[in-house]
């Protein structure tokens, strides 16, 4: 569900985005060149006619805003990084949820450092390890023993 968030956010980005492109064209065709082919010039048409611009730029603001709540809540950039990685790839190396076992884990030897999110973990072994020895850990949202099911743990 929180994917489908992060999805949304960015498809009213990228709305907002297009907005903008249509706005600058609109106003001139050296405006609309500008914002198309140099990034930093959509700030600066935004400042200068912003009359014109501000309608896209609340649309995209908003979709930031959606996007980066949903970075808040999933532990920080990186679980923003580790979906747009998901869409490219799906990891079929990782081991089922049923057959991680304990003492692969600890073979593994990492140590308990300060980490507590699925965001700042390699692996599924990692998450399963800081998860049983290291205190403090958010990574089990539903209790039941395994960390980390969206990002490491499918």
Do not use: H
């Amino acid at each position: 569900m929180n994917e489908i968030v992060f999805y949304v956010g960015l498809g009213i980005f990228i709305i907002g985005g297009i907005g903008l492109l249509i706005s600058a064209f609109k106003t001139s065709i050296l405006w609309g060149l500008a914002v198309l082919f140099v990034a930093p010039m959509a700030i600066i048409y935004t400042i200068f006619c912003w009359q014109d611009a501000k309608g896209s730029f609340k649309i995209q603001a908003f979709g930031f805003l959606i996007m980066a709540a949903f970075a808040y809540m999933n532990g920080g950039i990186s679980s923003v990084t580790s979906q747009i990685s998901n869409l490219s790839s799906v990891n079929i190396s990782e081991p089922a949820k049923s057959s991680i076992s304990t003492s692969n884990v600890l073979n593994q030897q990492f140590r308990c450092d300060g980490r507590t999110r699925c965001s700042q973990m390699t692996s599924c072994a990692e998450a399963t390890y800081f998860l049983r020895n290291c205190p403090n850990t958010k990574m089990d949202g539903d209790n039941d023993g395994i960390p980390c099911e969206r990002q490491w743990c499918r």
